[in-house]
């Protein structure tokens, strides 16, 4: 029997194309090299050196009322033992501060900028107090990917810039306030720039986010914006710091939150998921020639059991290393959100190219041995 079993087993591994080496997390506890749970979410991997540094949100210790202490680091030089490094963006007690304890921290992304030797964080990041109503991006640096990371800027995007892909003529457009929601009256001025217009002197909104940096070197900040309803791609400048004021909108009320770009032979591929907070949803896919648009959007990505869910996750990140490529989701436990669970599984690309990723219940078969 077990002589036709580890064939067996062979050829399923095989056929599940992740590269060797590669981990394959599947929403079980995943320990630190202390044993304790990694705490740190809707995160991102940077590579510098030879050492993958991961950067998430910590969600306190579990117990009630214990909140973000901020910015949290993980290390490892081979993606499998990951020693905790400790907070590396702070809140303060100070009152005031945009960090003092209770503003609310997300999405965590750091990138090195070349041009100035530093290294950039950039985070979705909401005032004390005011629930989710600041729709902020923070920008912090350090010269040491440990940090500490200093913030240089909490705001809006944009302030006063319209987007390339959005015609001015807009701003002197006017729609009518009363107008219900998901009606098609409402998706025309959705589409024609409602929301991006209301926003214009404030700057855009900036909830669920990304950075991605083109093997030009150019960075972008990838976000939701407009109430949720609308992703824009914005420019970084050279320091990685700043919006250049280049920006474009994408899929205008196609409520796309947690975007994870990567490029694979020269195509922008994004897998996002919908709106419906800690609840998981489909994840969607979309691809693009050039990353300022046009993109299309393609069927979800996920394939198998639980697919319509995203397996219970939530998109954060692509981690790509050599050619391979792991999909990097949250699964949110909203009653402890430290507790919430990591989803790491390979991207395989089809015969045409279009990448997917299969159920965690395919792979549970190879790790039965
Ligand atoms: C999700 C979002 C998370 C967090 C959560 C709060 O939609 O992706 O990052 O903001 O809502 O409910």
């Not at 990917?145 to 003529?169: A, D, I, K, Q, Y």
């Not at 669920?208 to 949720?228: P, Q, R, T």
Request: hydrophobic share 35%.
């Amino acid at each position: 029997m077990k002589r036709l079993i580890i064939p067996l087993l062979l050829a399923i591994a095989l056929s599940m194309n992740a590269a060797p080496g590669m981990p394959v997390i599947k929403g079980e506890r995943f320990p630190d090299t202390q044993g304790d749970h990694i705490n740190a979410h809707g995160g991102g991997i940077m590579e510098k050196d030879g050492t993958y540094y991961w950067y998430g949100e910590h969600r306190g210790d579990g117990t009630p009322g214990s909140g973000q202490k901020g910015v949290v680091c993980y290390t490892s030089s081979d993606l499998h033992a990951w020693t905790p490094r400790g907070v590396v963006l702070a809140v303060t007690d100070t009152k005031g501060d945009p960090l003092e304890a209770g503003c609310i921290i997300e999405r965590p992304k750091v990138v090195f900028c070349p041009a100035t030797a530093k290294y950039v964080m950039w985070f979705h990041h909401e005032l004390k107090g005011v629930g989710y109503g600041s729709a902020h991006s923070a920008v912090a640096v350090a010269d040491n990917p440990l940090g500490p990371f200093r913030m240089l800027r909490t705001g809006r995007v944009n302030p006063g810039v319209m987007p390339v892909n959005l015609p001015s003529e807009s701003v002197s457009k006017q729609w009518s306030d009363t107008l219900e929601w998901w009606t098609p009256q409402w998706r025309k001025a959705v589409d024609e720039g409602m929301f991006t217009v209301r926003d214009l002197d404030r700057g855009q909104m900036a909830r669920d986010m990304g950075i991605f940096v083109d093997s030009d070197g150019k960075a972008y900040h990838i976000y939701s914006s407009e109430s949720n309803l609308t992703l824009q791609i914005a420019e970084l400048d050279s320091t990685f710091t700043r919006h250049t004021g280049k920006y474009v909108r994408l899929f205008p009320g196609g409520h796309n939150e947690a975007p994870a770009m990567f490029k694979h032979d020269g195509v922008y591929w994004m897998i996002t998921s919908g709106c419906t907070g800690w609840e998981p949803n489909e994840a969607r896919l979309m691809r693009a020639d050039n990353i300022l648009g046009p993109w299309k959007q393609l069927p979800n990505p996920c394939r198998g059991a639980e697919a319509e869910k995203t397996f219970c996750g939530q998109s954060t990140f692509v981690m790509r290393v050599g050619d391979s490529y792991t999909f990097m989701a949250d699964i949110w436990n909203p009653k402890n959100l430290a507790d919430s669970r990591h989803l790491w599984l390979p991207v395989k690309f089809d015969s045409d190219g279009v990448p997917f990723i299969d159920s965690p219940d395919s792979y549970r078969i190879a790790s039965i041995e």
